[in-house]
């Protein structure tokens, strides 16, 4: 007769993995669970509003889990209380860009739906740390933030590390050159107002100023700028999608594993860089118990004009958004 061997869930003792909910199983949303699970970083809980959606990709992507080789479950659902006791919560849900669009002509729409989506997420994982993705970005994350009733520190938007990431891929093409061996930094609302830093940007600590002349910098800064739009274009249908997953993604892992990760975030600014009260990407220390720090460097007078300019608009927007949220 076979014994059944009691395996490490049933043993109170045992650290249970950590669940990440993700609202949102579309394009993002369902890159992103595969991510997760596929570097073995966690559960995934994906919740939708369109019935069959966050069940199906979670089926499928169960049905790979041997030929990945990890032995993390992704289970779909549309019921937040399917969520409960995630450590963190990731906001994707809401509509992408068309053609034309600008991230704010999202707001409305987008608004109602991620303040919705935070209050249930959060009260079924009221310990949660919530990152939010959906766009406009930044005025959603202080919404969110709103919502939520978290401390600021425990909410954070993902924009700077994937406009970050676009600006060290055109780099290493111009160059031809590794993007691995590429660090850049761009800071800023995600938008057209962000605030791509060349002067901390490098190659393998090379600043590119000695590699590419101004012209070219300049150029490459504003393909970044451009960089989510250049996609919708191409697309027609939907915008970027597996960047964004690849970006959120460091951000999960560097929560989950306590990293400590230096990484440009959506942060809650409260004098830093002289900016009080907006969520704005800056330079942030990542780790279990959120946004541990925001690093405040050294800019030269036109690069800070450009960050108040960039927190100006948002804070504009932000206001605008939550007036029409209380029509
Ligand atoms: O840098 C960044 N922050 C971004 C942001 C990079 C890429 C994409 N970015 C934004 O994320 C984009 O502008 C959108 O606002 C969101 C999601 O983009 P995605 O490309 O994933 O959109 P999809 O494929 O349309 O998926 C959205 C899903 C879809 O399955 C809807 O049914 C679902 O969201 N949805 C909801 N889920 C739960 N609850 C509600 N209310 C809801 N409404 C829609």
Request: charged share 20%; aromatic share 4%.
């Amino acid at each position: 007769m076979s014994r059944v061997i009691p395996n490490a869930t049933q043993d109170s003792t045992f650290n249970p993995s950590p669940q990440v909910t993700v609202i949102g199983a579309g394009n993002v949303g369902g890159t992103l669970a595969q991510r997760i699970v596929e570097r073995n970083i966690a559960d995934v809980v994906l919740l939708d509003v369109v019935s069959g959606r966050p069940q199906g990709v979670a089926l499928d992507l169960m049905e790979a889990r041997g030929l990945e080789g990890h032995d993390r479950s992704v289970r779909g659902t549309i019921d937040y209380g399917d969520t409960a006791g995630s450590s963190i919560v990731v906001i994707t849900a809401g509509l992408p860009r068309k053609p034309g669009m600008s991230r704010d002509d999202l707001t409305k729409t987008n608004a109602q739906i991620v303040v919705e989506a935070v209050k249930q997420a959060i009260a079924q994982s009221p310990n949660a740390l919530l990152l939010v993705v959906t766009n406009p970005l930044d005025v959603l994350t202080y919404l969110a933030w709103e919502a939520s009733g978290l401390p600021p520190e425990r909410v954070m938007g993902m924009a700077g590390i994937l406009d970050s990431s676009r600006f060290q891929t055109f780099i290493a093409l111009e160059l031809g050159v590794s993007s691995r061996d590429v660090d850049a930094m761009v800071l800023g609302s995600h938008g057209d107002l962000m605030v791509p830093l060349p002067r901390y940007s490098s190659v393998n600590g090379i600043p590119i100023a000695q590699l590419l002349d101004a012209a070219t910098i300049d150029r490459l800064v504003e393909r970044t700028r451009n960089g989510g739009a250049e996609i919708v274009e191409l697309m027609q249908t939907g915008g970027a999608y597996y960047a964004p997953a690849s970006s959120t993604c460091a951000m999960i892992e560097a929560i989950v594993q306590n990293r400590s990760r230096l990484l440009p975030v959506a942060a809650y600014l409260t004098g830093q860089y002289g900016l009080t009260d907006v969520f704005i990407g800056v330079p942030t220390r990542l780790g279990r118990s959120g946004v541990e720090s925001v690093l405040e460097l050294e800019l030269l007078p036109a690069e800070l004009e450009a960050l108040h300019q960039s927190a100006e608009a948002v804070r504009q927007r932000t206001q605008a958004a939550r007036e029409r949220l209380g029509e």
